[in-house]
C-alpha cells in the first residue's frame, strides 16, 4: 500500500522503515527536511515529501496518512490542514498518544466530510522497528479492515510469545490479537485502550522501583547489624528475569539498566510524567472507578520533581530504556503538546 508518515521522529522515522521493509510505498514528511532525508536515506524505496500539499499530490486515492506527532496543538494543527487537502473516502490515522474525547470530536467532524478517522495506540518505543508494535485501534469497521495490511506489517507477529490455553476453542476472540493488534471498537476506543495500558504501566514501574529501593536501602545504619545485607541490584534482577512470577519487558529493562550502573548515578529521578497517565485517572473518577495503585504512582511522580531518591531514578532508567524519554526539569502541563510520551 501507499501511504504518508507525518511527523519522523523516533518512533514515526522506524515506522516508515518498518513499513518499507514489508513493500509498502512511504511518503515522508516533517517539518525539519533534514529529518526527511535521513529516514529516506534509511527506508528504501520512500519518496520525500515539501510539506502537506506536496505529499498530497504524491498519494493516490484513497489516500492514507499516518500522523506521529506530540498530543495537542501540533497534531490538531495538522489534521485540520490535512482534512481540508482530501475527498471523500481518504483516511487519516493518528498514531500517537491523543486524548481519546479528542479523537471521537475528530471522527465526527472528518465523517461529515467524508473523511475517515482511525486512532491508533501504538506501543513499542524505539525498539518497535525490530520488535514491532503492539496496536490498539479505533475507528469504523471499513477503514480499519482497508488499512489491515499496514498494521499487520508493523505488528509483531506470534513471534516466540507462548499461545494462550484455551483461546483457539471460541469463535468470539479477534485473531488479531495474536498477532499483536487489535480492533477495540469506534473512534476514541484504540486511544482509550492505549491510555489506561500507560496508567497499568506506571503502576507497574513504580511497584518494580520501589522493591528495588527497599532492597538497596537494606544495609542502612538503622537497622541492628545483623539485620544488614548487601544486595547486589543488577544480579536480583537478572534472577528475576529466570523464570520468575515477576518478569516482564519491564524487568528486562531494570536488569539492562543495573548491569550498566548499579548506583544509576546517570539519572536524576526527576519522572516526568504524560497525559496518559494522569487521563488514565481521570477516567477512574469519572466512571466512578478506585486506582489508588495507579493514582499513587502518578503522584509518585509529581514528587520526584521536588525530592528523588533511587527507586525514581530507576523509573527514569526504564523510561530511558523503552522510549528514549529524557529526563524533564520542568513540570509538564496536563494537556499540553509537549507532555505526550508515545511508548
Known sequence: MQIGVIGLGRMGGNISVRLSRHGHEVVL?????????????????????????????????????????????????????????????????????????????????????????????????????????CMMIGGAKKAVELIDPILSALAPGLGEVERTAGRGDTAKLDPRAEQGYLHCGPAGSGHFVKMVHNGIEYGMMEAYAEGFDIMRNKNSHDLQEDERFELNMADIAEVWRRGSVVSSWLLDLCASALAKNESLSDYTGQVADSGEGRWTIEAAIEEAVPAPV?????????????????????????????????????????HGGDVSEVK
Open 29 to 133: 514528511y516533517d517539518h525539519d527536511p533534514n529529518v526527511v532525508t535521513k529516514v529516506h536515506e534509511r527506508a528504501q524505496g520512500s519518496a520525500e515529501a515539501h510539506g502537506l500539499t506536496d505529499m498530497v499530490g504524491k498519494l493516490a486515492a484513497p489516500r492514507v496518512f499516518w500522523v506521529m506527532l506530540p498530543a495537542g496543538k501540533i497534531t490538531e494543527d495538522t489534521i485540520d490542514t490535512l482534512s481540508g487537502l482530501l475527498a471523500s473516502g481518504d483516511i487519516i490515522i493518528d498514531g500517537g498518544n491523543s486524548f481519546y474525547k479528542d479523537d471521537i470530536r475528530r471522527a465526527k467532524a472528518l465523517r461529515e466530510k467524508g473523511i475517515h478517522y482511525v486512532d491508533v495506540g501504538t506501543s513499542g518505543g524505539v525498539w518497535g522497528l525490530e520488535r514491532g508494535y
Open 294 to 334: 495507579l493514582t499513587a504512582s502518578l503522584f509518585t511522580r509529581f514528587r520526584s520533581r521536588t525530592d528523588n531518591n533511587y527507586a525514581e531514578k530507576l523509573l527514569s532508567a526504564m523510561r530511558f530504556q523503552f522510549g528514549g524519554h529524557v529526563e524533564q526539569h520542568l513540570t509538564e502541563k496536563k
